[in-house]
């Protein structure tokens, strides 16, 4: 993963209840420059709060242009 130059953005769900928070903390640091982003209030699959998901990926689409 450390050779990945793309922008990357891993989105978590506050209770997020499939995967554990090391793992992503980890994947996290071997990608130069990712970032994470926490939606808080959502679970996994994030349909919980649509508005801030996608108000988040169009934030980082916009400016990785």
């Known amino acids: 993963m450390s050779g990945i ?3 990357s953005l ?3 769900g506050e ?3 499939y995967v ?3 793992h992503v903390a980890w994947q996290y640091r071997l990608i130069p420059g ?3 982003l926490w939606i808080l209030g959502a679970d996994h699959f994030l349909v ?3 508005d801030k998901v996608n108000e ?3 934030s980082f689409l ?3 242009r």
Do not use: M, T
Request: charge should be positive; charged fraction near 35%; glycine fraction near 0%.
């Open 5 to 7: 130059r793309a922008p």
């Open 10 to 12: 891993f989105v978590i």
């Open 20 to 22: 554990k928070l090391d």
């Open 48 to 50: 919980s709060k649509p």
């Open 34 to 36: 990712a970032e994470v």
């Open 62 to 64: 916009n400016k990785h």
């Open 15 to 17: 209770k997020e209840q």
């Open 56 to 58: 988040a990926f169009v």
